[in-house]
């Protein structure tokens, strides 16, 4: 029995040895930080009387997947003014009301609101559905944009019926094969993506027409996070085929490699122990979370924080973002400690839960993505990261 059964999320900090008073000193210190702490500390900014975004410090632009994870903090950490202002900044200027991508939103915004780009990114879409699924049900529905569920059901039928009846564009999600995309249209995917514990939930919430798929959208994931995940270290590519292997061939818009173990990878162990906490099922991917954490933690463990083949060769350049490596490494201990894998798998998966503890914030220009990933885990660990 799992959480979303029993309503009952296991605060591992606490079964670490921390007192219930420390865990929640730290949250609280976190959200004043994150949200209002010194212009070189924080990442949330209000904007005029009602809206507020979050800012890539190191882009200088605010992103879908910031924003929307800014919402997902907020919800759960029960903090509605701060989750309406970010909404409406997202509403207001990165949705899109026309061409081939109307019904998403723009993933990339100048700090007044200018749109970047006219493209939409997939990760920003269900993590805003979700929070607003979440909103509704903790908050309860407004009018307009504020109407939480309706907007959260808008988001998703755009984001799976794109291209249908004469709609221009195309959807988010591979019709026939269920994988959630990199971008709209695309032929490959992004393993980090990939949330069968949002598209279970999806599933009881979302239009009544569209629940089936994503009831098989969450098998399918879980089933596609046991291939994608490398079976010795358990790491996984940025982006990926939809066999699970590294996608390798070239993309248009980047020259970059994208098929290796580098930052978009770093979330997907955090999404295995989520969804293990939250739901309990295991298809062969939960076995990622011990091997991550035995790879990095073992194997690595003089000098785990850099880039890697998704073997786990390493590459002799440091980790762009090594707190969100850790602190994610620290999430998968819900899967871990929760599976029941050992003793020894066990004492590995506390260790990695008290380097979290004593890692601070990061700070610096890098710090936009890697505190993000720090909340969420913070949220997750101390089991405050709920199914609302």
Known sequence: MRAFETGNYRNLFLEAGKSQEEIDKKLQEIWDTFFYGPEDERIYHPAGEDMGYLVDTGNIDA???????????????????????????ACTYMWMDEGENEGYFAWSCGLDGTKNAYGAAPDGEEFFAMALFFASHRWGDGEGIFNYSEMAKKILRACLHKGENGRPGYPMWNRENKQI??????????????????????????????????????AVSREYLAKACHPETGMNAEYAEFDGSPMSRPIPWTKDRHDWFFSDAYRTVANIGLDYEWFGIDAGQVKAAE?????????????????????????????????????????????????????????????????????PLRTGVRRYYDNCLYFFAFLALSGNYRIW
């Open 63 to 89: 992103r879908t997947e910031g924003m929307s994870y800014g919402m997902m903090i907020c919800v759960q950490m029960d903090k509605k003014e701060e989750f309406d202002r970010i909404w409406k900044w």
């Open 291 to 359: 091997r991550l954490q035995h790879y990095l933690g073992v194997v690595r463990k003089e000098n785990p924080y850099v880039i890697y083949e998704v073997d786990g060769t390493p590459i002799d350049t440091p980790a762009l973002h090594p707190v969100g490596l850790m602190v994610t490494t620290a999430q998968g201990s819900l899967a871990v400690i929760g599976a029941g894998y050992g003793e020894e798998e066990e004492k590995l998966a506390f260790e990695w839960i008290e380097k979290f503890w004593n890692e």
């Open 181 to 218: 995309l990199f971008v709209a249209g695309c032929d490959h995917t992004d393993p980090s993506y990939h949330l069968p514990h949002f598209y279970e939930l999806f599933a009881l919430w979302a239009d009544e027409e569209d629940r089936e798929f994503f009831k098989e959208a969450a």
